[in-house]
């Protein structure tokens, strides 16, 4: 690949994986922190509910590509159980600090990913861009993992009020990444908002399979697209060593 001056990665599924038990322990941490703050939860109730909301809410920011968040859906799931409450609440921003509490624990970095971003950081400019409802949880867990001397730009859905695919997302990392958009690379694993999202927007995208093709352990999550590949031809890495090869080329 010639005259590429700039990389764009994914998070999850791309860089960091999340361990399988890690929404589970989230959801009870989310109904703990409810039930502290006074709400009577009916758990299976409770969990059916939300499950509801956040799949209808989820299929709105696919249609218009605005993000939603973790407080709405709260909010909106006690309120089919007859509680109704504001997002704003602060009780409600409790739980969810406690829900992505979860995954500070159980989030893991891919291995060989920090050895690849340190040897890329010296010939290119490195940018974020990750599809996550919550901020301030995505910039903890970079924090955590370490990841943040890395990038240039980390971009998050959350605090765009957009996700990928949606067009404006990849322009604020054309902006920041201050380069052309034809030398931008741009690696993900989800094929609808990473592949088919940065192809429209101009930038080289990568298909990265390395977790499932080396059976590491992960959260596919309702927030995943529905397509299993992108249906046309695009550079499919299934370890860091085939990036290099596709770099050097």
Known sequence: ME???????????????????????????????LR???????????KKNYREVSFRFVERARE????THNSIWISAALENGGDPVSPDD????????NYFSAFYDYCRIIPGTEEMLETLKSRYSLGLLSNFTHGPA??????????????????????????????????????????????????GDDPAPDIHGAHAAGLQPIWSTIVRDN?????????????DKPGFEVPTISSWDDLFILLNK
């Open 138 to 187: 995505a910039r903890e867990i970079l924090k955590r993992t370490g990841l943040i001397p890395y990038f240039k730009t980390i971009l998050i859905s959350g605090e765009l009020g957009f996700r990928k695919p949606h067009p404006s997302v990849f322009q604020k990392l054309i902006e920041q990444l201050g380069t052309y958009k034809n030398q931008i690379l741009y690696i």
């Open 36 to 46: 502290q703050s006074g709400f009577l939860i009916e758990e299976e109730s409770f």
């Open 64 to 67: 218009d590509g605005r993000e």
């Open 215 to 227: 059976g590491i352990p992960m959260v596919p999550g309702i927030l995943r697209s529905a397509l």
């Open 90 to 97: 602060i009780r409600i921003g409790k739980a969810v600090e």
């Open 3 to 33: 005259n590429i001056t700039a990389i764009g990665f994914d998070l999850f599924n791309t860089l960091i994986t999340i361990e399988p038990q890690t929404l589970s322990n989230a959801m009870d941490r989310l109904i703990d922190s």
